[in-house]
């Protein structure tokens, strides 16, 4: 079971029982080494603490709205490592001019790998909300829409490909293995899943999201609607 982010602050603060992060940089050249190992593992687990409970709190908060929810990449060290960001969308974009402007083909594998990072971390949330409250039996546009909620009689995650992952093999062998922590599973159906599209999708495959529920059905269906009306 994934400590909660109290667990891991409290471990955090036993480990730097002397609050060593408060002590101005200039004097942590006079520490010990295993000071300096205790401030810094410290300092980790509470950033860790606070990204898992900021992602805790993204879940809770769109129970209801799991549509085109993401998680945020943090550039926090001095390399700023992670992706998925505007930077990246510009390097593709120079390719697919440089590219046309040789008469080749706009370079897809560069724009799926973009979108396959930020849906990854989409489709964990989903498996995880899916395993832990079951998918929403009904669907509004938002919380002010006053139209009434749309049912959504035996909602399920469905791929892109149009299987329902709850009769999927590769997934249920997942389910299966008595090794796995529930997190680590969801993890897993999440890579195994897009895996799955990647490979057997056509090169030129467009997608948006490679899971869908009724809810993302309901909302095209209202999209739909508002562009027919007058």
């Known amino acids: 079971m994934a400590a909660t982010p109290e667990e891991l602050e409290a471990l955090a603060n036993r480990i730097d029982h002397e609050e060593l992060w408060r002590q101005p940089g200039i004097d942590r050249d006079k520490m010990t080494p295993e ?16 990204a898992r409970g ?28 992670g992706c998925g960001d505007h930077a990246w969308h510009v390097a593709c974009n120079a390719e697919s001019e440089r590219l046309r402007e040789q008469g080749g ?13 930020d849906e990854v971390p989409r489709m964990v949330l989903l498996f995880q909300y899916e395993r832990e409250r079951g998918m929403p039996t009904s669907y509004k546009m938002c919380g002010h829409d006053p139209r009434p909620a749309t049912p959504l009689p035996d909602n399920h995650l469905r791929c892109g ?12 062998a997942i389910d ?12 897993a159906k999440a890579w195994t899943c897009a895996t799955h599209f ?31 009306a007058e």
């Not at 490909?161 to 249920?172: F, H, I, S, V």
């Open 54 to 81: 900021n992602m805790l709190e993204q879940l809770k908060e769109g129970a209801e709205y799991m549509r085109g929810m993401r998680l945020e990449r943090a550039n926090r060290g001095t390399d700023q490592r």
């Open 161 to 172: 490909l149009g299987q329902e992952c709850r009769k999927c093999e590769y997934l249920a």
């Open 198 to 228: 990647l490979l057997e999708s056509q090169p030129d495959v467009f997608f948006d999201g490679i899971l869908r529920d009724k809810s993302d059905d309901a909302f095209d269906d209202r999209l739909a609607a508002s562009f027919g």
């Open 105 to 117: 083909e706009w370079p897809r594998v560069m724009y799926s790998a973009m979108k396959i990072s």
């Open 176 to 187: 299966r293995s008595e090794r796995m922590t529930p997190e680590a599973k969801d993890e």
């Open 35 to 50: 000071q300096q190992d205790r401030l810094m593992a410290g300092v980790y687990l509470r950033r860790y603490a606070r």
